[in-house]
């Protein structure tokens, strides 16, 4: 069966070092992968995109790779602050079904 | 508007009773996606709207969900006679059309929705 999973356990680091962040599938053929940052009693907020053809994307201090052959894709967070505290979606476009499925997120807390 | 706005922010109603909640788009917003997230949990799909399109309605758990769209603008969800397992937080977005892929969704805050 199709699966995305992500560490279900909470991700504590200490603040400036780096957070990173894993999203692996099963039965999936993803085109494109976002990320997603959830507070809560909010929407996620989305972060970046990679595609398929694309091994890293950057954006200030953040760093998302996607892996096709290890059907992963970790997201780091370098230089991390407590504001950096949230929890983390990663989501799949699987061509043809014009949505995305999201994963169930990791919690990242980043210690003072 | 600037965001996805959802009315109301929270919803208690006893089992057995009618809810509605609705959905704002952002403006130009043509793809609009329902999804339902349990405590602790994912977002489940639900259902998605683009333009004039048959909407794509796999996600919705039963025949007590439906959703309407009129043109490219508010959504409605609608639960009848709800259940305790329908209580969740209900998170509408929007993207562009065509490219709705290409682009993050805008999420709305969400409508909490407990079944007492």
């Known amino acids: 069966s199709q699966k995305i999973e992500q560490n279900s356990e909470a991700l504590n680091i200490q603040e400036g070092k780096t957070a990173t962040l894993t999203c692996n599938y099963t039965?999936?053929?993803?085109?494109?992968l976002q990320w997603y940052r959830q507070d809560p009693g909010r929407g996620p907020v989305f972060l970046l995109l990679?595609?398929?053809?694309?091994k890293e994307k950057r954006k200030e201090r953040l760093k998302v790779t996607f892996d096709t052959t290890l059907k992963q894709s970790l997201f780091h967070i370098t230089a991390s602050q407590p504001a950096d505290s949230a929890t983390y979606l990663c989501a799949l476009y699987t061509s043809g079904t014009y949505k995305y499925i999201f994963g169930t997120g990791t919690r990242l807390k980043v210690l003072a | 508007g600037a965001g996805v706005s959802q009315s109301p922010s929270n919803k208690v109603t006893e089992k057995g009773k009618d809810v509605e909640l609705r959905c704002d788009p952002i403006?130009?917003?043509?793809?609009l996606y329902w999804y339902r997230q349990r405590l602790g949990q994912g977002l489940e799909f639900l259902i998605y709207?683009?333009?004039?399109?048959?909407?794509?309605k796999s996600g919705l758990p039963s025949d007590r969900f439906s959703a309407e769209r009129t043109g490219e603008s508010v959504s409605t969800l609608t639960i009848q006679r709800t259940q305790q397992e329908d209580s969740a937080v209900y998170l509408c977005?929007?993207?562009?059309?065509?490219?709705?892929?290409?682009?993050?969704?805008?999420f709305g805050s969400g409508t909490r929705l407990t079944v007492v």
């Open positions: 990679i595609r398929e053809n694309e």
């Open positions: 977005a929007s993207s562009y059309s065509g490219d709705s892929y290409n682009y993050g969704y805008t």
């Open positions: 403006s130009g917003h043509t793809a």
């Open positions: 039965n999936y053929s993803p085109a494109y």
């Open positions: 709207f683009q333009g004039n399109s048959a909407p794509d």
